[in-house]
């Protein structure tokens, strides 16, 4: 048996999906895309083309539930499935989008650049509990239209998982898939080994953009996944009743589904979202607060109730540099998610209510997960009778530690971290030569970083993808792109 949350009864979960059900019928979602309408109206909903209101209908909405598949797999670069969505196993990146990174030297928030973001994949690709890579930081070194793709491109270069990545204007969508079918070897490789999922956010309160919008439509036509993250916030954005906030969050990843079965039946999609309760005196949403981990685990009920697969943004602090507050908010949230059955958890190495990525803290986070994963495995009945020949046999007063039973089976029941963790035994007379965990952090990546980057990608593909990424940069007045490391 493996240990499980549960935070909602069964009649809760029926009452929140009704209540959704009849807030998109009445008042209906906003939508700020002409096809988007049109495909609606299409299908029978109630469109209004001026004030863009579309009152979405509950025969609508349980077709496009019907066609969702309830599992699908990202591939690695080497063709191999690496993440199974809806599969009841729990994965994790480091979450996408920071603007800063805490500087490893200075422990303070500094802007991100293109070497930051190489070496932060170089991590990923070495920490093997973090299962996906993730677009995780803006580089400020190039210009601002084109940051989407060109952080695509850096992971691109140097990754091998899979990795999640999203937009910011529908511009770029065509360059990142050009970037993604080269790096898969063609359209239909990518449609059947897709590399990568996109986060795709509505607006709350009940709002879609025509960007957001767009994407879905690209995606789902591409056969590229798409990972909702609607992100309402209790108090501000939706209601203040945490039930409230996640009634609102169903009603907003309904219409997302609705949308991307209606571009493409069948299309895969993930129920997500980054949720939080809102700090009325700090004008904060944070994701180390309480609220926000129930949020999180009655949406993912919710999904996992609809047959789909599941997505939350855990595992992150709130604190702004990596300190006990930075472990107690990160291992609870992601405790509570994977017991939860959170498919995909977004936020390994995430500070400052998703703003800043620290290095540090994703390697510490990586034996966090390791050691979650462990747990979550629950106790395991390796022999029967469990416990009472093997008992008798030694006898009272005696030990098991050379018994060959405990040689069998003390690496598959023990976990057993690498040095970043401290389990050696005190010793008062070395303790001022002990280290915090920011400096045994510190040691690790220093240690994962010695050698150079290792592209996964062939040269000649590197080459084209970096073409790619040039002519982008180009249209936006910028003649060169920054050097890589180790490129063609």
């Avoid at 939508?31 to 979405?56: M, P, Q, R, Y």
């Avoid at 994407?215 to 108090?235: H, K, T």
């Avoid at 685990?297 to 047959?307: D, E, V």
Wanted: with cysteine; charged share 20%; net charge negative.
């Amino acid at each position: 048996m493996k240990p499980s949350v549960q935070v909602l009864e069964a009649e809760q979960e029926k009452k929140i999906i009704q209540e959704a059900i009849k807030i998109l019928e009445n008042p209906g979602i906003v939508i700020f895309n002409t096809e988007c309408l049109n495909l609606l109206s299409d299908a029978g909903a109630k469109v209004n083309l001026d004030t863009k209101l579309a009152s979405i209908s509950e025969n609508l909405i349980h077709s496009a539930l019907d066609s969702c598949p309830a599992k699908f797999s990202l591939y690695n670069l080497r063709g191999d499935p690496a993440v199974q969505y809806g599969s009841g196993k729990t994965f994790f990146n480091p979450g996408s989008s920071t603007l800063y990174i805490l500087d490893s030297q200075t422990q303070e928030p500094r802007k991100v650049f293109t070497n930051d973001l190489v070496q932060f994949v170089q991590l990923v690709e070495s920490l093997s509990p973090i299962d996906a890579q993730s677009t995780a930081m803006v580089p400020s070194d190039v210009p601002e239209a084109i940051r989407d793709l060109y952080r695509l491109y850096l992971a691109l270069c140097y990754m091998t998982k899979p990795i999640i990545t999203g937009i910011f204007r529908k511009q770029s969508w065509g360059v990142m898939k050009e970037l993604l079918v080269t790096a898969a070897g063609g359209d239909q490789e990518l449609r059947e080994k897709p590399l990568g999922i996109f986060d795709i956010c509505p607006t709350s309160p009940l709002t879609w953009s025509d960007t957001s919008c767009q994407n879905i439509l690209d995606n789902a036509r591409s056969g590229i996944p798409i990972q909702l993250v609607a992100m309402p916030m209790a108090g501000a954005t939706s209601p203040v009743t945490l039930a409230g906030t996640v009634v609102q969050h169903t009603a907003e990843c309904l219409s997302g589904i609705v949308l991307s079965q209606l571009a493409c039946k069948g299309s895969k999609i993930v129920w997500g979202g980054s949720a939080a309760v809102f700090d009325m005196k700090n004008s904060a949403a944070p994701m180390g607060a309480p609220g926000t981990w129930l949020i999180a685990a009655s949406y993912a009920q919710i999904g996992r109730s609809l047959g789909l697969p599941t997505q939350a943004y855990l595992g992150i602090s709130d604190a702004k540099i990596v300190d006990a507050q930075a472990g107690m908010e990160s291992a609870t949230g992601a405790l509570i998610g994977t017991l939860a059955g959170v498919n995909m958890i977004s936020g390994a190495g995430m500070l400052a209510y998703e703003n800043c990525q620290s290095p540090e803290k994703l390697i510490l986070d990586a034996e966090m997960i390791a050691s979650i994963n462990h747990f979550s495995n629950g106790i395991q009945f390796r022999d029967d009778p469990l416990a009472l020949n093997l008992i008798r046999e030694v006898g009272t007063g005696a030990d098991f530690i050379s018994h060959e039973h405990t040689l069998k089976w003390f690496k598959k029941e023990v976990h057993y971290p690498s040095p970043v963790i401290d389990r050696k035994p005190l010793n008062p007379a070395d303790l001022r030569g002990h280290k915090s965990a920011w400096d045994r952090a510190q040691d690790r990546r220093q240690e994962l970083l010695l050698s150079p980057p290792r592209p996964a990608l062939p040269a000649d593909v590197r080459t084209e993808l970096r073409k790619i990424t040039a002519q982008a940069a180009q249209s936006e007045g910028m003649d060169q792109l920054p050097p890589l490391p180790d490129h063609p």
